[in-house]
T-cell receptor, first 115, second 112 residues
Framework: GENVEQHPSTLSVQEGDSAVIKCTYS??????FPWYKQELGKGPQLIID?????GEKKDQRIAVTLNKTAKHFSLHITETQPEDSAVYFC??????????????FGKGTKLSVKP | KAGVTQTPRYLIKTRGQQVTLSCSPI?????VSWYQQTPGQGLQFLFEYFSETQRNKGNFPGRFSGRQFSNSRSEMNVSTLELGDSALYLC???????????FGDGTRLSIL
């Protein structure tokens, strides 16, 4: 079935360093790739997303890259801050016929930013 | 603009009972999806509703059902609860096809 692999499962960085989280997906028809940040006791919060017709997207300290050929996408966080500490999830979906499509999630990456 | 609201936040039930969870989407959003989050299985898709019609369904038993009302509010129901149904149940809403899905903070369901 459809699957999204996410690595690493845990990531510890020093404040100010960069963090990179990588995901691969199995369904070649996937056309939408969001990233979510989940803090303790909260639901996932959308932080950035990318569509299959775009290779890269940036929003301040956060960027996402997509390689459709390799079925691979990555999240890059620069100048990390302690408040970036959370669990990050990648996801893939293929919307069709008006349906938003079900999100297939990776297993998550617990990011710890040490001051 | 108010976000996705889920009620109740916490629920404790016993095996065999049934439960109904509620979700109010962001104003103007007509698509609502439900997900189950557990430490072992992660985030798994349950079903999606758009304009009161179920558009998509995940691989969960028939004990899990849902519906959507004309104002886009949605409910999900789980009957004959099992211990393994203990999870965080999340609702997400969006404008529709390939539009960003925004999540509520979930309902934490514990089965004793």
């Amino acid at each position: 079935g459809e699957n999204v692999e996410q690595h690493p499962s845990t990531l510890s960085v020093q404040e100010g360093d960069s963090a990179v989280i990588k995901c691969t997906y199995s369904d070649s028809a996937s056309n939408y790739f969001p990233w979510y940040k989940q803090e303790l006791g909260k639901g996932p919060q959308l932080i950035i997303d990318i569509r299959s017709n775009v290779g890269e997207k940036k929003d301040q300290r956060i960027a996402v890259t997509l390689n459709k050929t390799a079925k691979h996408f990555s999240l890059h966080i620069t100048e990390t801050q302690p408040e970036d500490s959370a669990v990050y999830f990648c996801a893939a979906s293929r919307g069709y016929g008006g349906s938003q499509g079900n999100l297939i999630f990776g297993k998550g990456t617990k990011l710890s930013v040490k001051p | 603009k108010a976000g996705v609201t889920q009620t109740p936040r916490y629920l404790i039930k016993t095996r065999g009972q049934q439960v109904t969870l509620s979700c109010s989407p962001i104003s103007g959003h007509r698509s609502v999806s439900w997900y189950q989050q557990t430490p072992g299985q992660g985030l798994q898709f349950l079903f999606e509703y758009f304009s009161e019609t179920q558009r998509n369904k995940g691989n969960f038993p028939g004990r899990f059902s849902g519906r959507q009302f004309s104002n886009s509010r949605s409910e999900m129901n789980v009957s004959t609860l099992e211990l393994g149904d203990s999870a965080l149940y999340l609702c997400a809403s969006s404008l529709g096809e390939n539009q960003p899905q925004h999540f509520g903070d979930g309902t934490r369901l514990s089965i004793l």
